[in-house]
């Protein structure tokens, strides 16, 4: 009986289920005949015929995944070589599949396009976008994104709120291998220049452990409070990530090469940092760790239904032939479109240079692409101190 097989690989997200969803529903109303299969723990449940039916699915339980966080089939950070791809591909041959959606990130696009060039069978190959990263290319924002976004802001406006009642410095590390995205939208809901974040760091500028410290001193003297986002990539003036750098070569990789980065090493040390410049003050740093990424109290709407979307938009394609779905934005509107796999897979989409007000700010425009995104923010009470 032919099949559609669908797998969910990298770090999951608030909203990944939705897309899993989608793509069942999609792939039942096309053609009620297919079987459609789920691989556990991504490719790898391919290689050891590790399936789960969901054809079946009930409409309740299908609701109840959709609307859970986190990778429902499991996920894999395996990176396949050629043997790999071939065992990968005997796998979908025996199953007659006639397509393989692979929700994630761009390792995960980059494996679909391996698999798409070594296969001399009908089965198409489609990526359906995710990641909390927002650093997919050709997509104006990805799903995932506003649902750890929204977190991140949550965070920022009441860590503001602590801050103002009890003044000192406050760092949060934020997860962002390569791209500043998340930890800029803590800058989304700033409605006043006093408002935190002050200072926002990101793996696209340069930064400097001398620099950061004066200005977390300018900001300190001038507010009386100084709250940081800093994202767990940020990179020294050579480009080396400064988690790298202080684990003295002590440091992971998974199996695309990503460095393993300890965000509560690197906390640890900016912690150390501010004790010995500012040894007075209340300083505290921590690590939002794998918090943000799928945290049950925090799913957006807006995100969920756009990943339901483009889970359904990846098995309509899916149909007539291989891709990568990305989030388009008009101006005014969102919506799914399909572009070539090589346009996604293993590139890196990084924060534009107008969203940057010099090396420690968003400016206007970055502000507003992130307030487009975020809800609304939540109506407090401005405190009287």
Same mark, same amino acid.
């Given at each position: 009986m032919p099949s559609i097989v669908i797998a969910q690989g990298?770090?999951?997200?608030? =909203?990944?289920?939705?897309?899993? $969803?989608? &793509?069942? %529903? *999609?792939?039942?109303?096309?053609?009620?005949? /297919?079987?459609?299969?789920?691989?556990?723990?991504?490719?790898?449940?391919?290689?050891?015929?590790?399936?789960?039916?969901?054809?079946?699915?009930?409409?309740?339980?299908?609701?109840?995944?959709?609307?859970?966080?986190?990778?429902?089939?499991?996920?894999?950070?395996?990176?396949?070589?050629?043997?790999?791809?071939?065992?990968?591909?005997?796998?979908?041959?025996?199953?007659?599949?006639?397509?393989f959606i692979y929700i994630g990130g761009n390792d995960t696009a980059g494996t679909l396009d391996l698999l798409r060039q070594q296969s001399t069978g009908s089965c198409s190959f489609v990526h359906a976008p995710k990641t909390i990263d927002n650093d997919l290319m050709e997509n104006d924002? =990805?799903?995932?994104?506003?649902? $750890?976004? &929204?977190? %991140? *802001?949550?965070?920022?406006?009441?860590?503001? /709120?602590?801050?103002?009642?009890?003044?000192?410095?406050?760092?949060?590390?934020?997860?962002?291998?390569?791209?500043?995205?998340?930890?800029?939208?803590?800058?989304g809901w700033q409605q006043a220049p006093e408002d935190a974040p002050h200072l926002i760091y990101t793996p696209e500028k340069a930064f400097s452990v001398e620099q950061f410290l004066n200005d977390v001193d300018a900001v300190y003297t001038r507010v009386g409070r100084c709250i940081v986002s800093m994202s767990e990539g940020v990179q020294d003036e050579t480009g080396r990530p400064l988690a790298e750098a202080l684990a003295a070569g002590a440091v992971e990789r998974d199996a695309h090469g990503n460095v393993q980065l300890t965000g509560g090493d690197l906390g640890i040390e900016i912690q150390k940092a501010l004790k010995q410049?500012?040894?007075?003050?209340?300083?505290?740093?921590?690590? /939002?760790g794998y918090l943000p990424r799928g945290y049950l109290g925090v799913i957006d709407e807006t995100d969920a239904k756009e990943a339901f979307e483009a889970g359904a938009f990846a098995a309509q394609s899916a149909f007539t032939g291989s891709g990568s779905v990305v989030l388009h934005h008009d101006g005014k509107h969102t919506s799914p479109r399909i572009v070539s796999l090589d346009q996604v897979a293993g590139r890196t989409r990084h924060m534009p240079d107008s969203f940057f007000a010099g090396s420690s700010a968003i400016s206007e425009e970055g502000r507003a692409y992130f307030r487009r995104l975020l809800p609304p923010r939540p109506d407090i009470f401005t405190p009287f101190v």
């Amino acid at each position: 009986m032919p099949s559609i097989v669908i797998a969910q690989g990298g770090g999951p997200t608030a =909203v990944i289920n939705q897309t899993l $969803a989608g &793509a069942i %529903v *999609a792939a039942r109303r096309h053609d009620p005949s /297919l079987r459609i299969l789920g691989a556990r723990h991504g490719v790898r449940g391919l290689t050891r015929g590790d399936l789960v039916d969901l054809t079946a699915l009930s409409e309740t339980d299908l609701e109840r995944l959709a609307r859970t966080p986190n990778s429902g089939l499991g996920s894999t950070r395996d990176k396949p070589d050629p043997a790999y791809c071939q065992t990968i591909l005997q796998s979908l041959e025996k199953l007659d599949a006639r397509g393989f959606i692979y929700i994630g990130g761009n390792d995960t696009a980059g494996t679909l396009d391996l698999l798409r060039q070594q296969s001399t069978g009908s089965c198409s190959f489609v990526h359906a976008p995710k990641t909390i990263d927002n650093d997919l290319m050709e997509n104006d924002h =990805v799903p995932g994104f506003i649902s $750890a976004a &929204a977190f %991140v *802001a949550n965070a920022f406006v009441s860590m503001d /709120l602590d801050f103002r009642a009890m003044p000192g410095i406050y760092v949060a590390i934020v997860m962002g291998r390569h791209a500043g995205f998340l930890s800029a939208a803590a800058a989304g809901w700033q409605q006043a220049p006093e408002d935190a974040p002050h200072l926002i760091y990101t793996p696209e500028k340069a930064f400097s452990v001398e620099q950061f410290l004066n200005d977390v001193d300018a900001v300190y003297t001038r507010v009386g409070r100084c709250i940081v986002s800093m994202s767990e990539g940020v990179q020294d003036e050579t480009g080396r990530p400064l988690a790298e750098a202080l684990a003295a070569g002590a440091v992971e990789r998974d199996a695309h090469g990503n460095v393993q980065l300890t965000g509560g090493d690197l906390g640890i040390e900016i912690q150390k940092a501010l004790k010995q410049r500012f040894p007075k003050a209340r300083a505290r740093v921590d690590t /939002l760790g794998y918090l943000p990424r799928g945290y049950l109290g925090v799913i957006d709407e807006t995100d969920a239904k756009e990943a339901f979307e483009a889970g359904a938009f990846a098995a309509q394609s899916a149909f007539t032939g291989s891709g990568s779905v990305v989030l388009h934005h008009d101006g005014k509107h969102t919506s799914p479109r399909i572009v070539s796999l090589d346009q996604v897979a293993g590139r890196t989409r990084h924060m534009p240079d107008s969203f940057f007000a010099g090396s420690s700010a968003i400016s206007e425009e970055g502000r507003a692409y992130f307030r487009r995104l975020l809800p609304p923010r939540p109506d407090i009470f401005t405190p009287f101190v």
